[in-house]
C-alpha cells in the first residue's frame, strides 16, 4: 500500500508533465507546418527550390 502511495502522484505529476509539454508546443508554433517536414524529407539537397503550388 505504500507504493501505491508513492506511485500515484509520481504517475499524476509526470501525466501533467506531459502535458504542459504538450501545451507548450502547442503555443509556440511547433505543430504549425506539417507539410514543410514532408518537403524536407524528400529534399535530395541538389540546391533546387522544393516545388510549390506556385511552380508546379
Not at 46 to 56: F, I, L, R, S
Request: charged share 20%.
Amino acid at each position: 500500500m505504500t507504493a501505491l502511495a508513492w506511485l500515484i502522484p509520481c504517475a499524476l505529476a509526470l501525466g501533467a508533465l506531459g502535458l504542459l509539454a504538450f501545451m507548450w508546443c502547442l503555443r509556440t508554433g511547433q505543430y504549425d507546418d506539417l507539410e514543410g517536414a514532408a518537403w524536407r524529407a524528400l529534399d535530395d539537397g541538389d540546391g533546387k527550390p522544393a516545388p510549390t503550388e506556385k511552380n508546379q
